[in-house]
């Protein structure tokens, strides 16, 4: 989940295996970046960052009650 704080943006994860997830998501949103082509974009490893994003991503009325 995210929160937020003064001047500051807060993400937490749970994760049995915090370290090895987050090198694999940071290579990967890396990888999506670099490599990403119509031919690739159904690549395991585009899911799998689309859907850490989506873990980021409050909805519209919980982020509007972290700003308060």
């Known amino acids: ?3 937020f ?3 500051k943006i807060i993400i ?3 994760d049995p295996f915090p370290v ?3 090198l694999v998501l940071m290579g990967g949103l890396c990888k ?3 490599f990403t082509t119509q031919d690739n974009i159904c690549d395991n ?3 799998a960052v689309i859907d ?3 873990q980021l991503m409050p909805d ?3 982020a509007k009650k972290m700003m308060k």
Request: charge should be negative.
């Open 1 to 3: 989940m995210v929160r």
């Open 5 to 7: 704080e003064e001047k």
């Open 12 to 14: 937490e994860i749970d």
């Open 20 to 22: 090895d997830s987050w």
């Open 32 to 34: 999506m970046a670099r």
């Open 45 to 47: 490893t585009f899911h």
């Open 52 to 54: 850490f994003i989506g």
């Open 60 to 62: 519209f009325d919980t």
